[in-house]
């Protein structure tokens, strides 16, 4: 029967005065939203609706992982490794260790060494990639002459390429985080592009200096003189573009960072500076490094290049330490950041790039609001003219319905793209569509001869089944293009699953429950549709 308690009655107002509540910052100008924050505390103010790059421009990068310094940094590990292998074991080779386009080669005059060593070049397959399809990632030959040959396979510089985008990903996250952008969109395009997406950010030139770094940080010692050449490589400064020969061996990595801020040199002479921390195994090295080599010269290496080689005056075991490099605030601040988040594992190339104006966001949202407009317009004015008062009941209903849609994208943050506006103006329809359902299974229980009361209960208890149905259905839809799809589709999934779950609140129990407020004080003697 049409009969609602107190506390329903309560909660379903409740809930609508909620919605509206924190949707309403949402309608509110930047200004008037930052003037109202500062009165309330913060957890008082509800966020509001974070709006895509469709609706609000912002900046479109895409990237391509370079092939070609990811196998020179496949080659260089490689490379580490057989120095290594070929120290422990102590074999002696001839000629030293030399690089090929796709792996490295040593010359073991011994036959006996070689069988010592050839076994642990092959177990470097294991920890150079794994689940490829049963391919192999490395391959190991041997001539008669005692040339051991080590190569990158094809099927293991595919694995190398995919793990790279994937570990980008989470980088460049952090990084665009950091920024303090809101709801940036970073994903995988096929097997070595990612695009990244950043709304509201009007300016791509710090976007890409972010994103255009590796930012692979390394601690090495400035060779001296009679050193073997085999062992130092020529590296260019920053500050003056001037060659420094470099000890190729790694003392500290980078990746044992832990923490990196932006400051100001106190001591001396004030400039901006950044100053890092180290986890416990980078403190311990760092600590190592410096006590044994007081006096020499000790280069911080970014991406290659010498930011800094100021001389080990005492050691340092603190764990901590500073970069300086005649940087701006805003150099060192980009460059706390990069440290922070971590090296790309690969150098990306900016394939793409393009500013979407606010301009353009605002004609979509114009557009948008447009087709919004005009659809309810036509549900409100059909509904009224079938229906009568009923029709009022569904269209009250309907805003309620927009209004929870709306409050469901602020408080699970999602953004609020174009086509998410096109999945709002579908389920206005869809809404109605329930209401439509009720009302002519209430007109034809009473054609069939039931009373008002009957009649009543009945369109809504037998309508209530196929309006589920339909309901579940379309909710299946919207969450296999949310899993499947990206980006904007999934924005349109989202809008659409929300219009879904709302609608069975408002098409049925929202209507229903004004129905019975309808006949308990109207008493009618005939039914208005």
Avoid: C
């Amino acid at each position: 029967m049409l009969r609602f308690s107190t506390w329903k009655f309560l909660a379903i107002v409740a809930m609508t005065l909620a919605a509206i509540l924190v949707v309403a910052p949402s309608t509110l100008s930047p200004s008037n939203y930052q003037a109202l924050a500062s009165r309330l505390p913060s957890w008082l103010m509800p966020p509001t609706i974070v709006l895509g790059l469709d609706l609000q421009g912002g900046s479109h990068v895409m990237l391509e992982v370079d092939q070609a310094d990811l196998i020179s940094t496949q080659i260089k590990n490689l490379r580490d490794d057989v120095r290594r292998i070929l120290r422990e074991e102590k074999v002696a080779i001839t000629g030293g260790i030399g690089t090929t386009p796709r792996g490295v080669q040593v010359r073991v005059a011994d036959e006996a060494d070689r069988e010592k060593i050839l076994p642990k070049f092959r177990l470097l397959r294991n920890s150079f990639s794994s689940n490829i399809g049963g391919q192999t990632p490395l391959e190991v030959e041997t001539t008669p002459e005692g040339l051991v040959r080590i190569t990158v396979t094809d099927a293991g510089l595919r694995d190398k390429s995919r793990k790279a985008v994937e570990q980008s990903i989470e980088v460049i996250r952090r990084r665009v985080d950091a920024l303090g952008t809101r709801e940036p969109s970073i994903q995988r395009q096929g097997d070595d592009r990612v695009l990244v997406q950043v709304p509201g950010l009007q300016d791509p030139q710090t976007l890409k200096e972010i994103l255009g770094q590796t930012a692979k940080l390394e601690f090495r010692l400035v060779a001296e003189p009679g050193q073997n050449p085999a062992e130092v490589e020529e590296l260019e400064q920053v500050e003056d573009q001037q060659k420094l020969p470099i000890e190729k061996q790694v003392m500290v990595q980078g990746e044992d960072l832990t923490d990196a801020q932006p400051g100001f040199d106190q001591q001396r002479s004030g400039e901006p500076v950044v100053n890092f921390r180290f986890n416990i195994r980078g403190a311990q090295k760092f600590g190592d490094v410096t006590s044994k080599n007081v006096g020499r010269l000790f280069a911080i290496v970014l991406d290659n290049k010498v930011i800094s080689a100021p001389r080990i005056l005492t050691p340092i075991t603190g764990g901590s330490g500073q970069i300086s490099g005649r940087f701006s605030v805003e150099q060192a601040n980009n460059l706390a950041i990069l440290l922070r988040a971590g090296a790309l594992p690969a150098k990306l190339n900016i394939v793409e790039e393009r500013t979407v104006g606010p301009g353009l966001g605002q004609d979509s949202i114009d557009a948008g609001k447009r087709a919004a407009y005009v659809g309810a317009g036509l549900v409100v004015v059909y509904m009224l003219i079938t229906y009568g008062v009923f029709g009022i009941f569904a269209n009250l209903a309907l805003f309620v319905h927009i209004a929870f849609i709306f409050a469901g994208l602020v408080l699970l943050g999602s953004t609020l793209t174009l086509p998410g506006i096109a999945g709002i103006v579908l389920t206005i329809g869809m809404a109605v569509d329930s209401n439509v359902l009720i009302y002519e299974r209430i007109r034809e229980e009473n054609h069939a001869g039931r009373s008002i009361l009957a009649s009543l209960d009945a369109g809504f208890n037998r309508a209530f089944a196929t309006i589920v149905d339909s309901n579940v259905t379309m909710f299946v839809a919207a969450a296999i293009l949310y899993f499947l799809g990206t980006g904007p589709v999934r924005g349109f999934a989202v809008s659409l699953a929300l219009g879904i779950l709302t609608t069975i609140v408002t098409a049925v129990t929202m209507t229903r429950m004004m129905i019975a407020v309808w006949y308990h004080y109207a008493r009618p003697t005939k039914l208005p549709i």
